[in-house]
């Protein structure tokens, strides 16, 4: 896979929004050492970190929140 493909998802892939074999092939790809590509990961996660920063906090309804965190306990919950 050659770079020029790669220059739209280092973003997407730090915010985890990258199909897990676009990920894999990011990943493959910055293994192999790339300079550039593992420059632009490194502007990439800055610019991820600043975007979260830059963002105001929600407060999800409390009965969104609630399912939510139910969904999360079930999911951790050892299979029965």
């Known amino acids: 896979m050659g770079c020029q493909h790669l220059e ?7 915010l985890g929004a990258l199909s897990e074999q676009g990920s894999l092939d990011l990943r ?3 293994a192999r050492g790339c300079p550039h590509c593992l420059a632009r990961v490194r502007e990439a996660a800055e610019t991820v970190y600043l975007l979260g920063l830059a963002a105001k906090p929600a407060r999800p309804h409390p009965r969104v929140k609630s399912e939510l965190l139910r969904q999360i306990s079930r999911k951790a919950a050892p299979n029965r």
Do not use: A, F, I
């Open 8 to 14: 739209e998802l280092y973003e997407l892939w730090w």
């Open 28 to 30: 493959e790809h910055l």
